[in-house]
């Protein structure tokens, strides 16, 4: 089994795999989704069950149905707010789960994380605090990973939070290139630690403080 995207090959079809996930859509309501989502033992099969549920939100969202529920499911502002919970509860668990499964895209053979894909799946149909409050429990259950540290970067260019100053100065004994982050905040305190990276013999922490002097002459 694979987590195929709605078209694959060079004509674009649907595989075998999306037709039964369409299926499975059909069948079950969004908290069986949400539980499939959750707990099933396959990758592939929670993935699918996850978009299952972004399909039917964004569908409702956009078009006032749903074409896997449109007898069944009658779309209100209490339904909708309903299904926003349910995938955001969801997304809670997925964006931690890092299995991996085989996938088709378009003629493609790869594999995929189920973190990564859910997240493209359901993020943009999340308010911001809820998505703020996912990228909070990423930083606090796995700051040392490439997802925190993403995270991190964007919040120093775009909302200068002594929260994510102080996260950002823990990391910087394992990750000195996170110094030039660090600098964007223009904190006096700051400049003996680059005149320290500098002069130190690591071209790894010598190469965070230059950057470093690059974003704080930019700032200044």
């Not at 309903?82 to 789960?97: K, T």
């Not at 894909?117 to 703020?132: F, M, V, Y």
């Not at 993403?150 to 004994?173: D, F, G, V």
């Amino acid at each position: 089994q694979r987590y195929d995207s709605c078209g694959i090959g060079y004509s674009r079809i649907k595989s075998e795999n999306y037709s039964l996930a369409e299926r499975v859509w059909e069948l079950a309501g969004p908290y069986e989704l949400a539980n499939l989502a959750c707990s099933h033992s396959s990758p592939q099969v929670r993935l699918y069950a996850f978009e299952g549920l972004c399909v039917l939100l964004k569908t409702i969202k956009n078009f006032g149905h749903s074409p896997y529920w449109r007898f069944r499911f009658q779309p209100s502002d209490s339904n909708i707010v309903e299904l926003e919970d349910i995938l955001y509860c969801s997304l809670l668990q997925l964006q931690l789960d890092h299995a991996s499964a085989p996938s088709m895209t378009g003629c493609t053979f790869s594999s995929c994380t189920v973190s990564t894909t859910a997240k493209r799946l359901g993020w943009h149909l999340l308010p911001t605090t809820r998505q703020k409050i996912l990228e909070d429990v990423v930083l606090q259950a796995h700051l040392e990973s490439p997802e925190a540290e993403q995270i991190l970067k964007n919040r120093a260019e775009n909302e200068a939070t002594l929260e994510t100053y102080l996260l950002l100065e823990r990391l910087l004994s394992s990750k000195p290139h996170l110094l030039q982050y660090v600098a964007m905040f223009q904190k006096p305190r700051d400049i003996d630690l680059i005149i320290r990276y500098l002069e130190h013999d690591r071209y790894d922490m010598v190469r965070g403080g230059i950057k470093a002097v690059s974003v704080w002459t930019l700032k200044a």
